[in-house]
Structure formats: C-alpha cells, structure tokens
C-alpha cells in the first residue's frame, strides 16, 4: 500500500461541494465532488447523537487550534477518493459550515456557522487537515482499515508526530528509544513514566532536547541521518540525575528531569550528603509531596513549598488560640505575638480565630516539629510576613 501525506487541503477545500443526507444519516461528498465520505463499508454518522455533543467538539477543536488527528483517504480512481478514516470528524465540519448544527459560544448563545465572525469563519476553511492519500488494492485496503479499527487505540500524540515527521531521523530515534529489548530502557524507567512501544520514551527524549517544543524539533531534523544530539542530551540528563541522586526512589518516574537539568547541571552536590538528606526527608512523616524532595535538594533546602509540609490541625489550632488569648487578655496585650511588640493600634487588639493563622515557632526545616508545643497563632498579616519557612 503506498501512502502520501497532504497537508495543504484545507476544511474550505473539503467542504466544497458538501452533501449531507439526511436519510441515511450520512455526509455524502465534498471536495468538489471527488471526494466520497461514508462509503458503503463504514458505519453511519453518529457524532450527531447523544445531543451533538462530538460534532460540537469537533469544531471547538478547529476554532482553539488543537489538532483534529490524521484523516486517511483511499485513492478509487484519478483524483477520486473515499474517507478510509475520519468520516465522522469530516461529516461533523461539513454539517456545521452547512449549517445543520449550532455550537455554544462563551455566553453560552447557540452560534451557527453562517452568524459567525468573520474572522472565526476564516478561521474555520483555512484549517488546513493532515491527511493521508492511501492507494492499494481492496483487499489491502479493507484489511488495514479492519486493523486501525479493530485495534481501537488511537493515536497518542507522539505516534501522530512520528506519522506526520516520517523519516530517517524517526526511524533511528525509534530503533533507540522505542525498542523494548534494548538493555537501557530499564535504567531510564527509574526516571521515566510510560512504555517504550507506546512512544514515551522516544517522547521524553525530543522534550528534553527541545526544551518542550517537539514538533518544532522532529520538523527541523526530518531529514537528518543521525540522532546524535538527540542521544547527547539525554544521556546527559540521565548521567546527571543518576549521579546527584545515588539512590533510584519510585517518585522519582515522571519528574521533570530535563527542566531540572537545566536549572542545576552547573551546581555541584556531594551524592553522598544528598543521599543522607533524601533518606531524612523519606523518614519525616510531615513530609506530604514526596515527589517534591528532588527539586528541594537541588535548590539548596529551601522552599518547603515543594515538600507540602503537614500543617497544624484545627483541633492544635483552637486549643493553642484559646490558651494563647487567655494569657494574651490578662496581660492586656493583643493575642498575636507580634502585634503585641508593635506600636501601632494592633497592640492590644484580640484577634478572633479566623482572624490568625498557625506558625512553627522552629522552623520546620530548621527541626521544628508540627506539634502544639511548637505552634503559635500570628494574625494573618504577621503570618504572611514571616513568610512559608
Ligand atoms: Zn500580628
């Protein structure tokens, strides 16, 4: 079977010549009539039940610029095709730029085609549609049709990728980064979520290296015949976090190692005092976001915000509020501490509970523990100032 890839043909183009039967419940033509869109082996339309809510998508989809996925057409006769598939995706726009159904704009008001901005309908018919131009005898045709049917799994975004950016240089990632057999991908599945078959690592890798903008990347290196950099800049990743981190823990799989590279590769770490200060904070129970204690390490133990330290519980708040305002009113001091050294209004003033936020008095990541021994309620203005420690 021989396959093109078209990607000039535009939703106008497609919707030239559209017909839609409402009987047989299927769009029947479009690109100038060369085009048979539900031929007699495929399914009817059904995007228009369950309220329309996937023809509807379909076209939000087009106006937010998200991509609609390949459409396969098989080549009939010179210049004849059917839709192999897509049919339904094509009968969704044709019905809308023909008006036979609404969508809801951001007030919620039912928008045809035809009341649109003009803007928004240009926006519309340039869109312009991957497809692939297939050609093969029937037989062939049906079975591989059977195939992507039957087999039910969509495309992931990166298996859309490597159909869209086919070529040498997909080929050669793949065989590195795709291959289950290949001894590495156990190593790299310390640090990596996913299946090498379903395109995740191969996925991860062009993240790293193009700093997130893959298909950026994949169009500029098509035509390479080497993944070199590619496999540079992963391994240099890889060799960095396996170095810092000396122990391999399951939360470290999925984390953004390639941002983190580059925020930290240049900073130098002792393994080993890392490894000591990963096994503390595996071991503190008010540790919560374990998935965080990478990136706290690497930025010098700092921001406890990454390690979602527990907070003191309302019973702790309410029992260490009323002994601190008792003490605080016969004193005849304000019940924040730090409002009472003051020398404004606040001085004396008693703040009702909601009024006050809870506080290690030692620091958390200086030892302080999270009990009522070591809380004390600030005023919220007092308690924003000293800041998340
Ligand atoms: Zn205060």
Redesign the pocket.
């Known amino acids: 079977m021989k396959t093109v890839l078209k990607t000039e043909i535009t939703v106008k183009d497609i919707c030239d010549g559209f017909i839609y039967n409402e009987l047989e419940g299927k769009g029947l033509f479009g690109l100038s009539g060369k085009l048979t869109i539900q031929p007699e082996y495929q399914r009817n339309y059904i995007y228009a039940s369950d309220g329309g809510k996937r023809e509807m998508a379909v076209i939000e989809s087009i106006l937010k610029g998200y991509p609609l996925g390949l459409i396969y057409f098989n080549t009939v006769s010179d210049g004849n095709f059917e839709v192999l598939d897509g049919q339904q995706r094509i009968t969704s726009i044709g019905r809308f730029v023909t008006g036979k159904f609404a969508i809801k704009d951001e007030n919620s008001m039912e928008q045809y085609f035809v009341g649109m901005a003009e803007d928004k309908k240009a926006r519309i018919l340039e869109t312009k549609m991957l497809i692939y131009k297939c050609e093969g005898k029937e037989s062939e045709i049906k079975e591989w049709f059977r195939t992507i049917n039957i087999a039910g799994v969509p495309l992931n975004d990166q298996e859309l990728l490597n159909a869209v950016y086919s070529g040498q240089f997909v080929t050669l990632g793949k065989e590195e980064f795709s291959n289950s057999q290949n001894a590495n991908i156990q190593k790299w599945g310390a640090y990596i979520k996913g299946s090498a078959n379903r395109q995740d690592f191969l996925e991860c890798s062009l993240d790293w290296v193009s700093k997130g903008n893959i298909g950026d990347y994949m169009s500029r290196h098509r035509f390479d015949d080497n993944i070199n950099e590619l496999k540079r800049y992963f391994n240099s990743v890889i060799d960095w976090v396996s170095t810092v981190f000396t122990d391999v823990e399951s939360e470290m799989r999925g984390l953004e190692w390639g941002r983190l590279y580059e925020e930290y590769h240049k900073k130098s770490y002792s393994p080993a005092q890392v490894s000591a200060e990963v096994q503390k904070l595996y071991g503190d129970p008010y540790v919560k976001n374990r998935k965080g204690i990478f990136e706290y390490i690497l930025g010098g133990s700092a921001d406890t915000k990454l390690l979602d330290v527990r907070v003191f519980d309302e019973a702790t708040k309410k029992s260490v509020y009323s002994t601190q305002t008792a003490e605080a009113e016969t004193k005849g001091e304000?019940n924040?501490p730090?409002?009472a050294i003051g020398h404004d209004a606040?001085k004396s003033k008693v703040w009702k509970l909601v009024e006050m936020d809870a506080d290690h008095v030692a620091a958390w990541s200086k030892g302080g523990t999270t009990s009522s021994k070591n809380c004390q309620l600030?005023?919220k203005?007092?308690n924003r100032a000293k800041g998340n420690r």
């Open positions: 304000s924040c730090l409002c606040n600030l005023c203005t007092h």
